[in-house]
C-alpha cells in the first residue's frame, strides 16, 4: 500500500532557527507532492506544492520544499522560524493523480 | 478564509441520535472529499465525490452515509455512532482529483 512517513513527530526549536522536516513516500510512480500546516485551532492550509519541474519549490511564509525522486522524499525547510510557525506540518502525496495519502504529521513547537 | 465551510462547527451527540454534517464549497471545485482527524493518527480519508459520484469509499462503516446532491455541498450524515467516532470532521474539495485540496475548518464530533 502506498504511504507517506514524516520522520520526526515534534520538533523543537527557538526562535532564527533553521527548520528541516523530512518525507518520504513509499511508491516511484508519478506523484504530486504537497505540505500542509495546521495552525492551533485553524483548518489545514496549503504551504506548497509541487507536480512537475524545477524540484526546489517555494511556498507561502518563506517556506520551500525539495522533491529528490532518487529518495522519494520531500522535505519541507525554512532558514529562520518564527513563534508564529508553532503548527502542526503535514506531508501529502497523490499517487497517479488519485486520493490523497497524508503522513502523519510533525508537530513543530518554536520556543520565543 | 471562506472557501470552504462546514456546519456546525461542533456537535455532541449520544450513541442513539441522528445528525448530519454539512459543507459546502465555493470555489467551483469538482471533487469533494470528508475526512475523520482524530489525535495520534494520520488524516483518515473517508469518502470522495468526484463530478458529485461516490468514486471512493475507504471501509468506512455504514453508520456514516455521505450525500453529495451537487458540486457545491457534501453532507454526512450520522447515526448509532459510538464513543470512538469522536474526532475532527473535515471536509475539503479541489479541481480534480490529484490537485491540490483546500480544507473546511471541521466539525468537532463528540459522541456521549
Known amino acids: 500500500a502506498q504511504s507517506v512517513s514524516q520522520h520526526n513527530h515534534h520538533v523543537i526549536l527557538s526562535e532564527a532557527a533553521s527548520l528541516e522536516l523530512g518525507c518520504n513516500y513509499s511508491?516511484?510512480?508519478?506523484?504530486?507532492l504537497f505540505w500542509y500546516v495546521q495552525y492551533p485551532g485553524q483548518h489545514l492550509q496549503l504551504l506548497l506544492k509541487y507536480f512537475s519541474g524545477d524540484p526546489l519549490v517555494k511556498g507561502i511564509k518563506g517556506f520551500e520544499a525539495e522533491f529528490i525522486k532518487s529518495k522519494f522524499s520531500f522535505n519541507l525547510r525554512k532558514p529562520s522560524v518564527q513563534w508564529s510557525d508553532t503548527a502542526e506540518y503535514f506531508c501529502?502525496?497523490?499517487?497517479?493523480?488519485?486520493?490523497?495519502?497524508f503522513g502523519p504529521g510533525t508537530r513543530l513547537s518554536v520556543l520565543p | 478564509e471562506t472557501g470552504v465551510t462546514q456546519t456546525p462547527r461542533h456537535l455532541v451527540m449520544g450513541m442513539t441520535n441522528k445528525k448530519s454534517l454539512k459543507c459546502e464549497q465555493h470555489?467551483?471545485?469538482?471533487?469533494m472529499y470528508w475526512y475523520k482527524q482524530s489525535a495520534k493518527k494520520p488524516l483518515e480519508l473517508m469518502f470522495v465525490?468526484?463530478?458529485?459520484?461516490?468514486?471512493e469509499n475507504n471501509s468506512v462503516p455504514s453508520r456514516f452515509s455521505p450525500e453529495c446532491p451537487n458540486s457545491s455541498h457534501l453532507f454526512l450524515h450520522l447515526h448509532t455512532l459510538q464513543p470512538e467516532d469522536s474526532a475532527l470532521y473535515l471536509c475539503a474539495s479541489s479541481q480534480d482529483r490529484g490537485r491540490e485540496q483546500y480544507f473546511g475548518p471541521g466539525t468537532r464530533l463528540t459522541v456521549t
Open positions: 501529502a502525496v497523490t499517487f497517479y493523480g488519485q486520493n490523497f495519502v
Open positions: 470555489l467551483g471545485h469538482n471533487a
Open positions: 511508491y516511484g510512480g508519478t506523484v504530486n
Open positions: 465525490y468526484s463530478l458529485e459520484e461516490r468514486v
